[in-house]
């Protein structure tokens, strides 16, 4: 089954709308999760790694104030897109890394599909 | 800097062939290398993984080769099947490190 549950699948919103989508680690504990954005055809870009109950580190070129983390339980990392535009339109996606060591896979969330009319 | 490279972009296989995927990295401080595979609409999905210690692994139809001294490695399918056609990305970390760094991805089309 699901190891990480990510919500929602899709949304679509006017622009200037802030929208927050929720990602959960369903099987196990994660201090870290990762988020990352994915444009049509192309790989994944890490964005941001999320910590639990400390401040998310950025990756660079990625506005923190745009692109808000909060990381309050060990189940629970959410990404909120202020304010968000047309260009913000992507597929964004939350993994989980199994394990303390950090020498475990690390699975995907089913993504969301963000389109900013 | 792109830090792992992979090829092809695309690939086309009839069923029943081997799919073949290449990826090289540069930075030797990865020590684990995971095989993704991304269907439309989903996220990755885990697929195969290998460390440096081992030059081959295989679960199933899938297989990881791997060079150390060349800095590269390649994930076989084989007798790929239509149901394979999906996106596959290989990936890299270090250390403790717990991001990933992912190659740009090859498409695969399994023709029936």
């Known amino acids: 089954g699901a190891v990480v549950s990510q919500h929602p699948s899709w949304v679509i919103c006017k622009s200037g709308t802030s929208v927050k989508i929720e990602c959960r680690s369903l099987?196990?504990?994660?201090?870290?999760m990762f988020w990352y954005r994915q444009f049509p055809k192309q790989s994944l870009m890490l964005m941001a790694t999320s910590n639990e109950g400390s401040k998310a580190t950025y990756e660079q070129g990625v506005e923190k104030d745009k692109f808000l983390i909060n990381h309050a339980s060990l189940t629970l990392s959410t990404l909120t897109v202020t304010s968000a535009h047309p260009e913000d339109s992507s597929f964004y996606i939350c993994?989980?890394?199994?394990?303390?060591?950090?020498?475990?896979?690390?699975?995907f969330g089913d993504g969301t599909r963000l389109s900013i009319l | 800097q792109q830090q792992v490279k992979q090829s092809p972009q695309s690939l086309i296989v009839q069923k029943g062939g081997i799919s073949i995927i290449n990826c090289a990295y540069e930075n030797t401080a990865f020590d684990y290398f995971p095989w993704y595979q991304q269907f439309p609409g989903k996220g990755p999905a885990l697929l195969i993984a290998?460390?440096?210690?081992?030059s081959e692994k295989k679960e199933g139809r899938f297989t990881i080769s791997f060079n150390k001294s060349a800095k590269q490695f390649s994930l076989h399918i084989m007798d790929s099947q239509p149901g394979d056609s999906a996106t596959y990305f290989c990936a890299a970390r270090r250390g403790s490190a717990r991001q990933l760094t992912f190659g740009s991805g090859t498409q695969l089309t399994v023709l029936p």
């Open positions: 993994s989980v890394g199994q394990g303390a060591s950090g020498n475990q896979p690390q699975h």
């Open positions: 290998i460390r440096p210690d081992v």
């Open positions: 099987d196990f504990q994660a201090t870290t």
